[in-house]
């Protein structure tokens, strides 16, 4: 850390799908830094039996078991970083909650009120109780970036970064895409600014080329990649983007570097240690 704010920009864990691999390592080194904020960009939460696509049916029938999980590692994320502030935003999976009961049971919209607030995800997730802050409205600044799921942004380009950077003409960083991207954009003024635009990675499990036995998850193959950015603030809000690529070495095993420091995650037996710098 070599600026007055360290921010960790996490997206798409995508719970109860995360690999157990990034997980972990993200977990340690969150715990290893002096991070002074955590914000939560979207899809932190699967809700895919709410999904309009189809499933199984143990899926389908899955709900319960995919909110506890959640609170659960919401709970460990919270006792890992301590008391810092950590700021949650909706992307299109969180969205899945209301749009099923705007679309299926609309009767069950007066349960979102404020003064019930029953079916939402304040309640649902428990964030009161983890002190997790809600963020209702995006894109989310602090200082001098701006912070965005991603999917309000309809692109399927190849260079994302570039495209947000044209509908935004700011810094910014987003989620959703599942796989790192950047751009940098040099105005001709008299400042002669350097502005940026980021993508993060995700935290999800990515499938084998050759995993077919998962039906209902939408990809057998992709380019994604495991990961998440941090970012150092320095004086007057000027930043530094560190975007941290997992590498996953061997079936049971990852790794990552974070400032000169190498962090392996490695599954012994039923559980997974962190090795740091071969320790």
Sequence with gaps: KGGVMLLAFLSDIHFDHECPYAWALTKAILKDLPIDHVILGGDIIDLGPLSIFKAAPHEKLALGDQIRHSRKELRALRNTVGDIPISY?????????EYH???RTPELAALQEEDLNILTMNHLFQFDATDILHVRQTPMRVKKMWFF????????????AKMN??????????GHHH?????????FSHSQSILGSFVNAT?????AIHDVRNTSRWIGYSKWQNGFSLIDF????????????????????MRTHVYGKLYRAVRKKNKIDIIINGR
């Design 179 to 187: 796989r790192f991207d950047s751009y940098y954009h040099q105005e």
């Design 165 to 174: 950077f044209m509908h935004r003409s700011g810094n910014s960083m987003c």
């Design 203 to 207: 935290l999800e499990q990515i499938p």
């Design 89 to 97: 935003f909706n992307g299109n999976h969180e969205e899945r909650l």
């Design 101 to 103: 009961i705007w679309q």
């Design 149 to 160: 799921h991603g999917h309000e942004i309809n692109t399927r380009a190849a260079h994302v």
């Design 234 to 253: 320095s004086e007057g809000g000027y930043f530094r983007v560190e975007q941290l690529l997992y590498i996953k070495e061997a079936a049971s095993r």
